[in-house]
Structures are given as structure tokens and as C-alpha cells.
């Protein structure tokens, strides 16, 4: 089981950018993904999830209306699009899955929103 993000940066506030998390070892359309990210000082939190079926997402309170997640199940991938960024959003952003009770994470990718 694999997971690579990609698709961080440095953009302005008020910019855009799409992560993606791609899966390797698994299918994404058999269990839940989700996103998290550590900001600096900060514990690592929760972001988003997408439901293994693509038909639903949760998100977190200080996200939710700016970000979105979506998925390929043909590139065995998801993403995530966050648009209007804060600086407040600057973090290592990670993707990770629940596989058999275990836990599998990505290296995570930094995105940093700053003027």
C-alpha cells in the first residue's frame, strides 16, 4: 500500500491549488480516504474524507465551502481542491487510509499561502 501527494506550493491568499493523493496497493473505491494536515506548532488534524463510494465528503468547519475533494477511481486517485487559501491553511497536507485496522499515510506535501 502506497500513498503519494503532489500538487502542493506557495500561492497568495485568496489563490487556489489542487492536491492529489495517489493510491497504489488498493483500490480508493473500497475504503474511505481522507486528508489531514499539520499546521506549524500545531497537532496534525483532519480535513476531509471522501467515502470509498465518491458519494459523499465531510469536511472540517474552517474549510468546508472552500474546499473540495473529488476522485478518479481510473487513475486510483483522489484529490483535493482548495480555493479563496488563508494563511491559516499553510500546512503539510496528507492523505491517508484505514486498510485491515491498519493505518497507511503519504509523505505528505507542504502548502504554504503567503504574500
Known sequence: VQLVESGGGLVQPGGSLKLSCTASGFQINMYDIFWNRQRPGKERELVAGVHESGDSSIYRASVEGRFTTS???????VFLEMN????????????????????????????????
Open 84 to 115: 479563496n487559501l488563508e494563511p491559516d491553511d499553510t500546512a503539510v497536507y496528507s492523505c491517508h487510509v484505514f486498510i485491515n485496522r491498519r493505518e497507511y499515510w503519504g509523505q505528505g506535501t507542504q502548502v504554504t499561502v503567503s504574500s
Open 71 to 77: 476522485r478518479d477511481t481510473a487513475k486510483n486517485a
